[in-house]
């Protein structure tokens, strides 16, 4: 069905972990951005991603991945109910709005308020990879792990992968019976 | 004499049986009306999201301490792999396993992770006689491999074919299932290790109701993009696990021809009848024996008469 | 055996006194009063024997490679496919087969009916073999058989069919190896026991129908668990028990008519003449039993069908299989039996009932094996799981004979009583 309806409407967004101020006036633009972002806040199987940042503004609108923070006129029908005209936010960066700490305890809490709209809003790691990987995907970019990351030692070992790959006669189980 | 003897003999056997049977199934009834806690957590699984990276699998090796797999994990042959016809299923080494579903008209193909669904009212549970399983305050169906005989009944009964047996082995056989990461991060609040190694938040960790909510949005902000259901939202009585697909559900391997209802409100026909049988039996048949033997016992009686002058 | 018998007219022995005056030891009761050459000489000179040994020197390693490494050694019992043969045929079909204890002890004892009595210690006898088997083979299937015990006193889960039918079969074993105790008693000499036995023979009697009622119920009730899972044709959620229930009524009334038939055709010599002349007549009423039973059955069996609306499911190939057994297994002996009672051919009866023990274990291996996730694939059984159900099979041929044999089962004590 419409994968592409998702990618749009998914509050997922944003991309760096960047320290980022506000200018003067109604929005802001692209060359207001630093060049590249280092993502690494996360990082643990995997390595941080070095993020072009000046090469994606040649391919997205900022409103694609800033969502209404960067002041960029709002497009979406569902977000121009409210964003219309709440105009530049003091910070466009995805960590301030993404929880790092998604499903913790504290977290989840902030669901409890019965007033809350966002009660679903995807912490930090879901924000980039659902932003990153729905583009990739319609867009044709790289989509593999690997293509952005470079796996960790860690990552080898959960995986279970590289030095940790299991040896070829490994494991036993057999969802229909084995055949002896 | 001997019939009268009997008589006395037969009432007080009849009433000491009734007694302790009935008294089993006092308590049998209590527990046939278990049901969900309200405040139970839940993962939402939304198979647009999932991209069929195996990181859940992965974890979830890694977190319940599994033996290796045969494959890496990051190996997506799996995918291609079928066993008697059948894709991929939950097996004594995996609690959990992501298989690929090729939809005709789709552009790519849709991943589904299952794992056991920790019902509201669950059928292994409700059908394990020696309660090996638990459903806890937190939402979990949680099993003791201490008081398991190993009759495997679970797996007749649970309507997902979940729970899986250490065939392999012949001293510490046991059930193997997704357990919710219980013991080790769901009682203390924490995500389920699947849930957490997720890049997508294809697994949405919450509390069961919220989750309900929160796949209506999702329907609602993106029209048209997710079917109008959300598996396991009444399936067998409701599962804590629940599944938003962009596709009919029976397009990637879950069952839709499942009950709204319990599996044990099927069973409850024949539990019904048991205090019946209990009650009634031993009275309908008492009644039988009088009539049959009615004339063996009067003569019985007036010979006895006699003796006694 | 015959031979023996032609030969030593104090053989078979039927009293505790030899016709010179002095005891028969228990030792010389266990060795059928042969000396231990004669004996062995008799038990290899009969080919049936022969065949049990060929059994067991497969079959006993085969037991011993599923203690050792486990079921997955020998069977082919899986996530998909939890029950194979040795619950399939060795509990769901024994336990019906087994249903003859509480129908004629229910007919004699509690409807006074006198003219059964001959074949009554058989049924009883009969219902206790193939009950404790039943449990044997639930031994080899369990994956921690020795926790047993652990459903009645270890960890309780009452609200489930499986705890009834644990708590019942348990029960009922021990009420039917009281039935049985008074032949041992009169055997060993034990007289006290045996009174103390026939003062609660009534209520043993009717323990047994409420715990037979039940646990015959609860077996069919076990598949309502998988209401997805057991073709619909094989599955009905309301009547499951009263299927299960009913066929046991007739199967086991058709397993006391094949034993006793088998009994005495091949151990004549062990029978009295009051059960060899009061045989073909209690066969022929045993039959009206069966017959009766059956029509019960069938018209269940089809209401069940209309009930639940699967009319649509006979047309098809699973429909075709389903007739095919309820013919086979119910109709043809159904009318053979009707028959056999109208013309008062024991032998047709006899004949009627061969096939409506097939039937039975049919339906039973239908309803846990072959229809049992009918919309996946089909499970076929590892050779050695086959060889193990026969070999236990065959053990409980050997104690049922063994205890035939000896025993005042088919034969009246002629000693004191
Ligand atoms: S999915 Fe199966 S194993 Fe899990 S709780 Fe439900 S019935 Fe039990
Ligand atoms: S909840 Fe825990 S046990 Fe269950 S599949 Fe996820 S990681 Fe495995
Ligand atoms: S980790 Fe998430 S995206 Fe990856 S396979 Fe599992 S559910 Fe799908």
Redesign the interface.
Known sequence: ???R??YH?TM?MAVGSMLFWPQAGWSMDAADAPETVEINSLSK?YGGVHFDHAMHTGIASCEQCHHHTTGAEVTNS?CIRCHAKTGEEDSVSCKDCHSSD????KD?LK?EDPKLYH??K??L??AY??NC?GCH?KAGGP?G?QDCHTITEAGE??????K????PT?????????S? | MKTTVSRRNFIKGGLAGTVAVTALKESSSQAATFEGYPDGMGVLVDLTRCVGCRSCEAACNQEQKLPPPEKPFDDFSVFDEMMHGQKRRTDETHYTVVNRYDVPGLEHPLFRKIQCNHCQEPACLTSCFVNAYTKTPEGAVIYNPNVCVGCRTCMIACPFYIPTFKYSSAFNPRIMKCIFCYDTRLKDGKPPACVEACPQEALTFGKRNDLIKIGRQRMVETPGKYEDHIYGEHEVGGTAWMYLSSVPFDKVGLDTHLPKEPILNFVKDFLGIVPMVLTIWPALFAGFHLLATRKDWLKNKNDDAHEEE | MRFFSHQRPEIPIVDHIKPDGSQWTIKEKLWLGLSSGDYFKQFFRNPVNWLMIAIFVIGVPLIAQRYIYGLDAVTHGSDDYPWGLFLGFGLFGMVPLSASGFMLGTTCELFGRKDFHPIERLALLNGLLGYFFAVLFLEVDLGMWWRLPYPMFVSLGPAAVLFLVAWHVATYLSVQIAEVLPAFFEWIGWLKGKRVIRKMVLGLTIAGIILSTLHQGALGALFTYAPGKVHPLWFSSNFQWIHFFCSSIFAGLSMVIVSSTLIRNFAGWRCDDHFKNSLDDITVKLGKGCSLAMITYLVIKIVAVAHDQEWDYLLTGWGSYYMLELGIGVILPMFMFAFGVRNNSAGLVRFAAWIAVFGIIWNRLNTALVCFNWQLYQEIPHWKEVWITITIYSLYFLTYRFIVYRLPIVYEWKGEK
């Open positions: 069905m419409c994968t309806k998702m409407l997922a199987s569902n998604r499903f913790s305890k989840l669901l009660i679903d995807p912490g790691k879901a990879h659902l990987v995907q989509t792990c070992k959960m995986f279970q992968t590289g940790f790959a299991p040896a490994a494991g036993s189980g057999h969802g229909g019976h084995s002896h």
